[in-house]
């Protein structure tokens, strides 16, 4: 089964503070995303990379930078984080183009 | 720009009884749509994945049929069981999009005894 895990589950932060949300996942899989849900909206794509080293801007990346050192692990850094980040984050993968997006349990983010 | 509509929000059904869910899309140009199933404050579940050049797929209770040319799918349950209740996604794959997924808002569904 593929397994995607992110670090933290629930998250409480500071305005001002520099976040770290980390994904992994055991499959070998090319693709990795990061999304943001919020009521009313649905998910939201920030950014995508789809190998070591590469990243694409999402729908919404303002306020947001990745980085993607090895094939495994897709990192979402907020380098200031503000209020209106508080939000649900969810990591995913996939192998190839197009293929079965598979998620990770999420990480609930409040900024205070 | 792609945009994808789940209508109703919510849908409250007695267990037993079979149903359907409903996603829309503007764009006709896709590569293929997924359903994904969601439970409360957890990350997201592929239920089903359509390819363009398919007009239906199954597993177990789950039938999704996709009619491109209306920008239509839709997820039917057969014999609904209160462990369906949950909150149901449909994602798009346009063409030309890489791996970037188009998400509907899903539909809430409660299952009841």
């Known amino acids: 089964d593929v397994k995607v895990t992110q670090s933290s589950r629930y998250l409480v932060k500071r305005t001002g503070e520099k976040v770290f949300l980390e994904c992994v996942q055991d499959?070998?899989?090319?693709?990795m995303f990061w999304y943001r849900q919020d009521p009313g909206l649905g998910l939201r794509l920030i950014y995508f990379?789809?190998?070591?080293?590469?990243?694409e801007k999402g729908d919404i990346p303002e306020g947001y930078s990745v980085s993607r050192e090895k094939k495994e692990r897709f990192s979402l850094i907020l380098e200031s984080a503000s209020t209106n980040q508080t939000s649900m984050y969810l990591c995913?993968?996939?192998?190839?183009?197009?293929?079965?997006?598979?998620f990770g349990a999420g990480t609930r983010l409040s900024v205070l | 720009k792609q945009e994808v509509t789940q209508i109703p929000a919510a849908l409250s059904v007695p267990e037993g009884e079979n149903l359907v869910l409903n996603c829309s899309f503007t764009?006709?140009?896709?590569?293929?749509l997924q359903w994904f199933r969601q439970d409360p404050g957890k990350g997201l579940t592929s239920l089903l994945l359509i390819q363009s050049s398919q007009r239906e797929q199954t597993s177990g209770r789950l039938n999704a049929s996709l009619d491109k040319s209306s920008g239509r799918s839709t997820l039917y349950i057969a014999a609904s069981q209160p462990g369906d209740s949950a909150t149901y996604l449909c994602?798009?794959?346009?063409?030309?999009?890489?791996?970037?997924?188009?998400f509907g808002t899903g539909t809430r569904l409660q299952v009841t005894l």
């Open positions: 994602a798009v794959k346009s063409t030309g999009t890489a791996s970037k997924l188009t």
């Open positions: 764009d006709s140009a896709i590569y293929n």
């Open positions: 499959m070998d899989h090319e693709n």
């Open positions: 995913a993968s996939s192998s190839g183009g197009g293929n079965i997006q598979y």
């Open positions: 990379s789809y190998d070591v080293k590469m990243k």
